[in-house]
Every structure is written in structure tokens, then in C-alpha cells.
């Protein structure tokens, strides 16, 4: 086994009506369980300093993120050497609660889709109405063929999460969609 890190698809960018960038290693932990349980929020607030996202939503502090994937599984994104730590933490906070914890970090790719017409961009991959979204909201989705996770982050930029196995059919994909010419005006 490589002792090497390497993100899915290292220094891929791509500049059209819209950058897009491959993000870098990313700390990615999936967990499941009954998300209103109040042992849970107390300790995603200690390991993390977030609270817990409401529907669709995600919380920051710091380095760290809550995001919510759906009504029993969060997303904990961290800097990716905190990963492995910050699941045994958890296991051990919430040792005997009903919750599964996995490290997925390098099972995953990122994407960062800039600019003022990201939402033009993956309005032609995406079955989405962008125009609900906002900062701080995530949606799943599909992005042509694959399974994708859409992160507003600001209201310049949205990170796209997929399979790192799909990692450079996501690339190109989303290089095509930003290509120069071929920008649709659905959002103004």
C-alpha cells in the first residue's frame, strides 16, 4: 500500500463561464443514527463545535462541518489527517447509542464549481432548481449519471461531492457544462 495522499484528481482545473477546480484531500466521516438523539448533538458539539444542521443544511466552525445527508446520516467534513482521530473519538463518546461512523475520505472526490453562473453550470447536469439554494445548503442529487452532493459554500461557489471512482467522468463533466459560449441564463 502507497504511503503517498493524493486526492482523486490533483490540480485539475478547468476555466470556462465558471472555474472549476478538483478541492484536495478532504476529511470525510459518514455517520448514521437517530439524529435528535441529545447525546448525539453534545457530541458533535465537543468533537466538532458544531451543532447539529437542520434539513438540508449545514453548520461551520472552523475547520470543521456538520452536514446533513438525510433524516438519520450526517456528513462530518474535517482536515483529512483528523479523520481517523475524530471517528475514534466519536466511538467513544457515543459508546452503547444506536450510530454507525465511517471514515470515507478516500473513498470520495471534491469539486469546487466558482463563480457568479455555478448555478447555470449545474443546471444542465442537475435536476435541481438552484434557485432555492442557498448559502449554507446541500442537496443530493444526480449529476448526469452519478450520485452527487451538492455544498453551497458562499454565493460564488458550490463543492460538488461524488465517488471518487467517478472522479474524472465528474471533472470532464463539469468542464463541459462551464465550457465558454454555452452558459444558459436560467439564474440572473
Same mark, same amino acid.
Given at each position: 500500500?502507497? %504511503?503517498? &495522499? !493524493?486526492?482523486?484528481?490533483? $490540480? #485539475?482545473?478547468? =476555466?470556462?463561464?465558471?472555474?472549476?477546480?478538483?478541492?484536495?484531500l478532504q476529511g470525510m466521516?459518514?455517520?448514521?443514527?437517530?439524529?435528535?438523539?441529545?447525546?448525539?448533538?453534545?457530541?458533535?458539539?465537543?468533537?466538532?463545535?458544531?451543532?447539529?444542521?437542520?434539513?438540508?443544511?449545514?453548520?461551520?466552525?472552523?475547520?470543521?462541518?456538520?452536514?446533513?445527508?438525510?433524516?438519520?446520516?450526517?456528513?462530518?467534513?474535517?482536515?483529512?489527517?483528523?479523520?481517523?482521530?475524530?471517528? %475514534?473519538? &466519536? !466511538?467513544?463518546?457515543?459508546? $452503547? #447509542?444506536?450510530? =454507525?461512523?465511517?471514515?470515507?475520505?478516500?473513498?470520495?472526490?471534491?469539486?469546487?464549481?466558482?463563480?457568479?453562473?455555478?448555478?447555470?453550470?449545474?443546471?444542465?447536469?442537475?435536476?435541481?432548481?438552484?434557485?432555492?439554494?442557498?448559502?449554507?445548503?446541500?442537496?443530493r442529487t444526480r449529476a448526469?449519471?452519478?450520485?452527487?452532493?451538492?455544498?453551497?459554500?458562499?454565493?460564488?461557489?458550490?463543492?460538488?461531492?461524488?465517488?471518487?471512482?467517478?472522479?474524472k467522468y465528474m471533472f470532464?463533466?463539469?468542464?463541459?457544462?462551464?465550457?465558454? $459560449?454555452?452558459?444558459?441564463?436560467?439564474?440572473?
Amino acid at each position: 500500500m502507497s %504511503e503517498i &495522499l !493524493r486526492s482523486a484528481w490533483p $490540480g #485539475a482545473e478547468f =476555466t470556462g463561464f465558471v472555474q472549476v477546480s478538483e478541492a484536495g484531500l478532504q476529511g470525510m466521516i459518514t455517520l448514521r443514527g437517530d439524529l435528535g438523539a441529545a447525546n448525539l448533538a453534545k457530541a458533535l458539539k465537543a468533537a466538532t463545535g458544531c451543532a447539529m444542521p437542520e434539513t438540508r443544511k449545514i453548520t461551520r466552525e472552523g475547520a470543521h462541518s456538520l452536514v446533513w445527508m438525510s433524516p438519520d446520516e450526517l456528513m462530518i467534513l474535517c482536515p483529512h489527517a483528523d479523520a481517523p482521530a475524530l471517528v %475514534e473519538r &466519536l !466511538r467513544e463518546d457515543l459508546a $452503547g #447509542a444506536f450510530v =454507525t461512523l465511517a471514515n470515507v475520505s478516500d473513498a470520495r472526490a471534491v469539486f469546487r464549481v466558482t463563480g457568479a453562473g455555478w448555478r447555470n453550470a449545474l443546471a444542465k447536469l442537475c435536476p435541481v432548481d438552484f434557485s432555492t439554494l442557498n448559502t449554507g445548503d446541500i442537496r443530493r442529487t444526480r449529476a448526469a449519471q452519478v450520485a452527487a452532493a451538492i455544498l453551497v459554500t458562499d454565493a460564488e461557489e458550490a463543492q460538488i461531492i461524488c465517488f471518487r471512482s467517478v472522479a474524472k467522468y465528474m471533472f470532464d463533466l463539469l468542464s463541459l457544462a462551464a465550457a465558454p $459560449g454555452s452558459e444558459p441564463a436560467l439564474y440572473v
